[in-house]
């Protein structure tokens, strides 16, 4: 991961989002709805490919809530939903990404790190 990836401080809060400091000082905040919309895990990304709402689903909890935030080793952070979804792993340089109004994911498995 280059430096610039390398979280330094994350901050969750369960009723408004996520905020990242990364190595080189840049700050990325992710507020809740985006953060459930933009998740990287198959259900999600073949939901969105065929035009499909990733959240909310019928019966979805609202207001949307982070029940749980996991690092996923040293590259990524797992969250729970309170619609107990929990399989999307958003990798940190992914994140960067995003923050930087570039596209986080490519078109393929999400995490290939190329943008198209």
Known sequence: MEDRNEPVDLVVKRDEGV?????DGHVAQFNLVDLRL??????CRGL??????????PGSPTPLR??????????????????SHATG????????RWSDGQPAYGRDSGLSGSPD
């Open 19 to 23: 905020t990242i400091t990364f190595a």
């Open 38 to 43: 933009g998740c990287p895990c198959a259900t």
């Open 48 to 57: 969105r490919d065929q035009g499909e709402e990733v959240w909310p689903r």
């Open 66 to 83: 982070i029940q749980d935030a996991r690092l996923h080793g040293a590259w990524g952070l797992n969250l729970t939903w309170n619609d």
């Open 89 to 96: 792993i958003f990798p940190f340089d992914a994140l960067r």
